[in-house]
C-alpha cells in the first residue's frame, strides 16, 4: 500500500492572500478574470476575497464587488476570508456559502494582525461560529504563526495545538496551519503535526505553507506521509501577510499540483489550464512570478513553437 493518499484536495489562495500583497490595486474585474482562469483548472475551493477592514488591506477594498462578480462554476466553491461578525454580515449579505476566520497561535502576530488578544478573537468568534451554523455556511479556521512568529520567534507546537482545538471545538470544519512567514522544516513539521494529531485529526488538518525558504514543498510531503489531504498554495506563488514583516510568496500551486500529479496522486486540477492562470497572473501583474513549475512548464511551451 502506498504511504500516500490517492487523492488531496487542493485549496486555492492566490486571489487573496496572493492579491493582499500587492502595493498595486489590481482592479476587480482583473480579479475576476483571474479568478475565472483558476477556476477553469478545476480547483474545488477558491478563498476569492476577504470582507476584511477595507483600510487595514486596502487591495482587497474592493471585496463586495468582487464576490457579486463570481461566476458560477460546477465543481468550485469559492470562499472568503472573515475576521469577525462585521466581516461575515458582508460575506453572507454577498452570498458565500463558506467562510475562513484566522488567529494567531503567537499573541504578538495576532495583535498586530487583527488588533485583539487570543482570549478577545475567540470571544469575537463565537457570534461567528453561530451565526454561520445557523446560516448552513461552512467553517474554516487558520492557525497562523504554527511554525513561528516574526516577532516572537519561536512557537511552541502546544500553543499551535491549543488553538487549533479550541477552533475545532467550536465548529471549524476544517483548521489550516499556516507558515505565515515561511519559517518551517521538515522535522518542525513532524513536531507540530505530533501535537495537533492528538487534538484534532488529520482528515480535518490542511497545510499551508509560505514558501518564503524554499521548505514548503518538502513540508507538505510531510503531510502527505502523515495523513494530511488538503494543501493550500497560490497561483505561481505570489502571496504574503502586510502583517507579517518577511511573509513572501505561498507555495505555488503549479509547484505542488506538479509534484503531486507526478506521484500518481489525483487533484482534480488541470495543470495546463493552471499555467495559462498563471501566465494570466503575470500578464495582470506586470512581473515574473516566482513559480518554478510555471516558469519551467511555460518556457516548455514558447520552446515548442520555435
Ligand atoms: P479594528 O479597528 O479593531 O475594528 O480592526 P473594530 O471592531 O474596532 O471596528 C472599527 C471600525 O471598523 C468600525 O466602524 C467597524 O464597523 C469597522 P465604525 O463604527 O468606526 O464606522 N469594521 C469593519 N469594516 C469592514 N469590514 C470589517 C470590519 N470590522 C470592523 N470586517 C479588524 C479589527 C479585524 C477589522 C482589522 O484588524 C482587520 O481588518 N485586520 C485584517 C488583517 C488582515 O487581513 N491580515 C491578512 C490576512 S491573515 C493572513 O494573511 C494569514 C493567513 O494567510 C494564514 C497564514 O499565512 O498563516 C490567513
Ligand atoms: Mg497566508
Known amino acids: 500500500m502506498s504511504r500516500y493518499p490517492d487523492r488531496v484536495q487542493v485549496y486555492e489562495v492566490g486571489p487573496r492572500d496572493g492579491l493582499q ?16 482562469a483558476l477556476a477553469a483548472a478545476g480547483l474545488p475551493r477558491i478563498e476569492a476575497t476577504s470582507f476584511v477592514h477595507p483600510r487595514w488591506i ?20 469559492f470562499t472568503a476570508l472573515v475576521p ?3 466581516g461575515l454580515d458582508r460575506a453572507l449579505a454577498a452570498g458565500m456559502r463558506e467562510v475562513a476566520v484566522f488567529m494567531s497561535a503567537s499573541e504578538t502576530h495576532n495583535q498586530r494582525n487583527i488588533n485583539k ?11 461567528v461560529f453561530a451565526a454561520c451554523a445557523e446560516a448552513g455556511v461552512a467553517v474554516r479556521a487558520y492557525v497562523s504563526t504554527a511554525w513561528g512568529c516574526p516577532y516572537e520567534g519561536d512557537v511552541a507546537p502546544a500553543e499551535v495545538a491549543g488553538v487549533a482545538r479550541r477552533l475545532a471545538e467550536m465548529g471549524a470544519y476544517a483548521i489550516s496551519l499556516g507558515d505565515t512567514v515561511g519559517l518551517g522544516n521538515p522535522a518542525q513539521t513532524h513536531r507540530v503535526l505530533d501535537a495537533v494529531e492528538a487534538v484534532v485529526p488529520m ?17 507538505c510531503l510531510v503531510g502527505l506521509e502523515r495523513g494530511v489531504t488538503t494543501f493550500d498554495a497560490s497561483i505561481a506563488g505570489l502571496g504574503g501577510c502586510p502583517y507579517a514583516p518577511g511573509a513572501s510568496g505561498n507555495l505555488a500551486t503549479e509547484d505542488l499540483v506538479y509534484m503531486l500529479h507526478g506521484m500518481g496522486i ?3 486540477v488541470n495543470l495546463d489550464r493552471l ?3 498563471g501566465l ?13 513549475a510555471l516558469q519551467a512548464l511555460a518556457g516548455g511551451r514558447s520552446e515548442g513553437k520555435s
Open 58 to 77: 486596502p487591495p482587497l477594498a474592493d471585496a463586495d464587488r468582487v464576490a457579486a462578480g463570481l461566476p458560477t462554476v460546477e465543481g468550485t466553491l
Open 21 to 36: 500583497n500587492e502595493s498595486a490595486f489590481v482592479p476587480t474585474e482583473d480579479k475576476l478574470a483571474l479568478i475565472g
Open 84 to 86: 469577525n461578525q462585521r
Open 117 to 127: 488578544s487570543r482570549d478577545a478573537t475567540y470571544t469575537a468568534f463565537e457570534p
Open 203 to 219: 482528515d480535518r488538518v490542511a497545510l499551508h505553507m509560505h514558501d518564503t525558504r524554499g521548505c514548503a514543498l518538502a513540508n
Open 275 to 277: 499555467v495559462d492562470a
Open 266 to 268: 489525483e487533484t482534480g
Open 280 to 292: 494570466l497572473a503575470q500578464r495582470l501583474l506586470g512581473r515574473t512570478l516566482p513559480g518554478r
